[in-house]
């Protein structure tokens, strides 16, 4: 692994020759290379706008999209998986990729992307157009091995000629500032860089350690004389007190800034026995919580507490523990008392005392009880300025407490409580006032009261010459008090056995015990660290409350923090804020940073499966009636104990509670339509009061028939429908009963005109005239006669008849007509067996209206032609003789004819009257 | 009508100004003068030029394209004459395009030169993809650009290739706004060169 980064949802992510994998604290999950990738070793990862960058050892860089769903698979299923399935897109900008290995990205707050290389110099992406930095334009050197913004938005690059300030106020306009030894960098090689809180760079050099350029001075300072720890390769800042450095031989070395004492004792290698203390380190990383994470050369993944830290001390079992205004350590154990000096302890008496208090008074000297053999007081240089024992007056000779206030000190012993004035060692007892029990634990307050913890007697304070005895403290009966403190806000907080903890504001008591999530009622420690948490030591782990929110974080092993049993009331706090506590096996320090970590695991909600389907939540969040089997996958980021992550989840709109579980998913099948949200909250010790929360919120819809709009629209076509249903209807019964009617009154016209007198007049006399003849012909006609008035009747029902019946009864009519008017009338008709139908009688109808409205004669005879013509036409045309005097008539006839074939909705009958024919066009049906 | 063909001319030179840009023009006497290591010379050089815009395809080209490569230090020179590209829609355009566009008479060439990022050796025959970092000048105005190519070496011969866009707003080249639709804001430029090691 050569690249770690914590992204901004608290996400470790891990970067190297093996790929690269999302880290949750139990499980890496590999992220597919993109094929073309997947051999090539990753050398940088870093993050902006949500996107996470990865720059490999070929020069190649992807990006990883904001917000890219994972999906909740096994890794084995994963590792299987299609690697071209990546999430990663290739970055090719048009000017081409690098093809050095790409060694760090950085977001400038102006918007340009700086992207530095081993070999080709730094790059810069601006306005969507790459530029290059290289020795030509005053680069110090083209292998870069790192690069920072500092607080300013100019980018510094680490080389083997020094530092480069670069920017690009404009495209295309390169500022490059160097930095050399010739401006008091110490060391040429640059191999690493870090801003700090404060916005100065620290610099991890080749041999000269590390040191710090002021920006505002632009001047170095903290120069490190003496470094023999190797070349730096990576540093991590925690507040304005401290610098790790990981090196290239030599492990972490980490460095105290606040250590007034020399070099040396600043700087701080890993101890002898620690599997990284010859190891390369390749890259540190600090994340939220205040973890720092150590990439190791070959692989190794480390993370470390280093909050929490044990300093090994010669002798074990440390019962008391001090440290004085220069900084050094005092330890109090069975065998004598110690005292830290140049890193190395040595012993501060001549003589073996059993040491089981320590207090440094107000002038310097150190006040160390013992347990039998009274107190020693120790000029700061080591030298024993008295020694009081019972002889002296002390009450007892077993002193457990020390304290003072304004030139007096106090000693609580196994037999009531000692005052000594500073200056003269004259003494004063109270053991009466104390009930002459132990005193376990003694506090001189800001407000100059004394404040004696003891064993039965509850807690008991003297204020204004007055001792008052507290036995009643939140409705609990006090009985022994084991360890008193002050915060800043002047509230007393006191341990008590059996009760815990309480904390008394001058007005009431307010106590916490295991219900309020402190690990255990056997407090052995309590102290207020720099930060005014809470520090609350037990055999087995430390407690660090919050006062304001009542947050307790527990750090034991299993948290990254050193097993270490500590011992009873051996603690305190040093001027910087840290917390010492002596242990069984050694001393145990809880450093305070002047930096905010994250107290809570950080909720993520990791996947959304609709039916067992991944769904990309971030945009999705309206789903159809019948997606309705959500499963949710989330996961609570607590890297300093996941196993202790536990989840209390809601879904608004279908879980009437909250569910508590250690489940990483929560599932609700068959939901109804409506609106939902899920709400997330993790903790790692079961308190969700205050913890962070993450929602999602979505809707299932109606199904499409329960919508309104749907069910409006329905409604308003099927009116529509049945409104255009009954207009239809209403139109066609109109029209049925007006070609009914038309058709009864062209039935009656034509049987008007057949036995139109005239026609009957006509056709008898042509008989007469025949009868005498030929009486056989006359027979013939008389036949044709009566067909001819049969169908007529036949038909007159009928809507539609054949065109064959129709030409079967013009050429009966036509035999009458060519009886009566001889050669001078002519009826060419089209042979039989047409297609087609054709409403009954419109032949007939038309040439009679021919022989009724035209001359015959022998001058001028009438020809009717009855033929078929293209599209489905029957025409019937006669030559135009019009009589003189025009036959009187209804104009019933045609008229009615093209109404009717109309009203069948056929096409329309087309008539042309010219000067030399009458033609009249009927549509076959 | 008249619109348009000055359109087309406002395009076309738009192009040529950009193809002029991405040629080497001015040697650098140090490097490439007389007495000098050798260097590897343009023989044949064509450049062209692309304007896709949604109306209207122009494309033109020159022949008449110069430069030179330093192996030693691998620096890079290339030019070409403004006035040297044809292939216009129609004359019309080409003559807005030197006149109204490039300016072809105030600058005559455009210029592009600098250095090769890749360590390339042209010692050894090979394909190689490279990215050529310079100045890339066109209409008088001076831009730094990485432009990728490909380079093939076969002994005394090398042939470049390349292609990459310039876009107007770059070199100050305005149009105006009724030609919009028939100039693309970025023009495509292609360039293919055989060049052979002379002392």
């Known amino acids: ?925 | 009508m008249v619109m348009k063909h000055f359109i087309v001319c406002v395009l076309c030179g738009l192009t040529v100004l950009i193809m002029s840009a991405f040629g080497i023009l001015e040697f650098d006497a140090a490097n490439f003068g007389p007495g000098g290591p050798d260097v590897y010379q343009c023989t044949t050089g064509s450049i062209q030029f692309k304007s896709e815009a949604p109306l209207e395809l122009i494309e033109a080209r020159s022949t008449q394209l110069l430069g030179a490569i330093n192996p030693a230090n691998q620096t890079f020179a290339w030019s070409v004459d403004v006035l040297s590209f044809s292939g216009f829609n129609s004359t019309l355009q080409r003559e807005h395009f030197n006149e109204n566009y490039l300016e072809s008479g105030r600058y005559p060439k455009a210029t592009f030169a600098g250095k090769i990022i890749e360590k390339i050796d042209f010692e050894k025959d090979g394909v190689y993809s490279v990215r050529a970092k310079g100045k890339l000048n066109v209409h008088g105005v001076e831009q730094e650009r990485i432009i990728k190519g490909q380079l093939e070496r076969k002994g005394r011969k090398l042939h470049i290739s390349a292609s990459f866009s310039v876009p107007l707003t770059d070199h100050n080249i305005t149009v105006p706004k009724i030609v919009y639709q028939k100039i693309a804001q970025e023009i495509l430029i292609t360039v293919d060169a055989d060049l052979v090691l002379k002392p």
């Open chain 1, 1 to 925: 692994m050569r690249a770690i980064f914590q992204d901004h949802l608290g996400w470790i992510w891990l970067g190297g020759k093996g790929g690269l994998f999302r880290y949750d604290g139990q499980s890496f999950q590999p992220v597919p290379l993109p094929d073309s990738l997947a051999k090539d070793p990753i050398r940088s990862l870093y993050e902006t706008k949500g996107q996470l960058w990865v720059g490999f050892e070929s020069g190649s860089i992807c990006i990883l999209p904001k917000n890219t769903v994972f999906l909740p698979e096994s890794p084995q299923e994963t590792r299987n998986a299609n690697p071209s399935q990546s999430p990663l897109q290739r970055w090719i900008p048009e000017e081409g990729n690098p093809r050095s290995p790409i060694t760090g990205f950085c977001a400038t707050p102006n918007g340009d992307f700086w992207i530095s290389t081993y070999g080709e110099g730094l790059y810069c992406w601006k306005n969507e157009r790459l530029y290059q930095f290289n020795t030509d334009d005053g680069l110090a050197s083209t292998d870069i091995y790192t690069i920072s913004c500092d607080s300013q938005g100019q980018i510094w690059t680490a080389t083997d000629a020094g530092i480069s300030i670069c920017s690009m106020p404009e495209p295309g306009k390169k500022k490059i500032r160097n930095i050399t030894t010739a401006d008091g960098l110490p060391d040429e090689i640059v191999s690493a860089l870090r801003v700090d809180a404060a916005g100065d760079m620290w610099i991890g050099m080749y041999e000269k350690g590390i040191c710090r350029y002021k920006t505002a001075q632009q001047s170095f300072d903290f120069p490190v004389s003496g470094w023999t720890h190797g070349p730096v390769t990576s540093l991590v800042s925690f507040g304005s007190q401290e610098i790790w450095a990981g090196t290239a031989n030599h492990g972490l070395i980490r460095i105290d800034l606040q250590n007034p004492a020399s070099t040396a004792d600043r700087c701080q290698p890993l101890p002898e026995q620690h599997p990284l203390c010859h190891e390369k380190i390749t890259a540190l990383c600090k994340d939220r919580e205040g973890l720092l994470w150590v990439l190791e050369n070959e692989g190794a993944i480390y993370s470390a507490n280093i909050r929490i830290g044990l300093l090994a001390t010669p002798s074990r079992e440390i019962q008391a523990v001090c440290v004085d205004r220069l900084g050094r350590l005092w330890a109090g154990t069975e065998q004598g008392l110690m005292v830290q000096e140049n890193g190395q302890f040595r012993q501060a008496l001549p003589l073996q005392e059993n040491i089981i208090s320590l207090w440094e008074a107000s002038d310097g000297n150190i006040w160390a009880g013992s347990f039998g053999n009274g107190v020693f007081v120790l000029h700061p240089e080591g030298r024993v300025l008295r020694h009081l024992t019972e002889k002296n007056g002390l009450t007892n000779g077993s002193v457990l407490s020390i304290t003072g206030h304004a030139g007096t000190v106090w000693l609580a012993t196994l037999g009531g409580v000692t005052e000594v004035n500073q200056n003269n060692y004259s003494l004063r007892t109270y053991q009466a006032e104390l009930g002459a029990g132990y005193i376990y634990a003694i506090l001189a307050d800001s407000k100059g009261r004394i404040w004696f913890g003891t064993d039965g007697e509850g807690l008991i304070v003297l204020e204004n010459g007055a001792f008052r005895h507290i036995r009643q403290a939140a409705n609990r009966y006090l009985k022994t008090v084991y360890g008193i403190v002050e915060d800043r806000a002047g509230n007393i907080w006191f341990s008590t056995e059996g009760d815990g903890l309480f904390c008394y504001t001058g007005q009431n008591f307010r106590q916490y015990s295991t219900e309020h999530h402190l690990h255990s009622l056997n407090i052995t420690g309590l102290a207020v660290d720099g930060n005014e948490h809470i520090v609350l030591a037990y055999e087995d782990g430390i407690d660090i409350l919050t006062p304001g929110t009542g947050h307790v974080a527990f750090f034991d092993a299993a948290s990254g923090a050193p097993a270490a049993k500590a011992a009873f009331n051996s603690i305190c706090r040093d001027r910087n804020g840290h917390v010492w506590m002596g242990a069984e096996e050694g001393i145990l320090r809880l450093a305070t940073f002047d930096e905010a970590f994250v107290f809570d695991p950080e909720p993520n909600i990791t996947a959304v499966s609709v039916f067992l389907q991944p769904v990309d939540f971030w945009t999705t969040t309206v789903f159809p009636h019948d997606q309705n089997y959500f499963v949710f996958n989330f996961v609570g980021l607590w890297f300093t104990n996941p196993e202790l992550v536990r989840y209390r989840y809601r879904l608004d709109g279908s879980d009437a509670d909250w569910v508590i579980s250690k489940e990483h998913f929560a599932s609700y099948p068959n939901l109804p339509p409506g609106q939902y949200t899920f709400r997330l909250q993790t903790s790692e010790h079961g308190d969700f009061s205050g913890t962070p929360e993450i929602t999602y919120s979505f809707t299932i819809r109606q199904p499409i028939w329960k919508q309104l709009w749907f069910v409006v629209l329905s409604l308003l076509i099927a009116t529509g429908l049945l409104f255009s249903f009954i207009r239809s209807r209403e139109k066609r019964f109109h029209r049925e009963a007006a070609l009914r009617r038309e058709s009864v009154e062209s039935q009656f016209a034509a049987l008007k005109s057949q036995i139109n007198p005239h026609f009957l007049f006509n056709s008898f006399n042509t008989l007469i005239t025949i009868i005498e003849e030929n009486p056989k012909m006359a027979v013939e006609y008389v036949e044709h006669f009566s067909d001819f008035y049969r169908t007529i009747l036949d038909y007159r029902e009928k809507d539609l008849i054949t065109l064959s019946e129709e030409l079967a009864l013009v050429r009966n009519f036509n035999f009458l007509l060519q009886k009566r008017y001889e050669e001078n009338f002519r009826l060419n008709c089209i042979p039989d067996g047409q297609p087609g139908y054709i409403m009954p009688l419109t032949l007939q109808i038309l040439v009679e209206n021919a022989v009724k409205h035209n001359v015959i004669s022998r001058a001028k005879p009438l020809t009717v032609d009855i033929f078929v013509e293209d599209g489905g036409y029957l025409v019937v045309r006669n030559n135009n003789q019009r009589k003189i005097k025009p036959e009187p008539g209804t104009h019933f006839g045609l008229h009615s004819l093209v109404h009717r074939y109309q009203l069948l909705g056929a096409k329309p009958v087309i008539v042309e009257d010219t000067e030399t024919s009458f033609t009249v066009k009927v549509p076959i049906l």
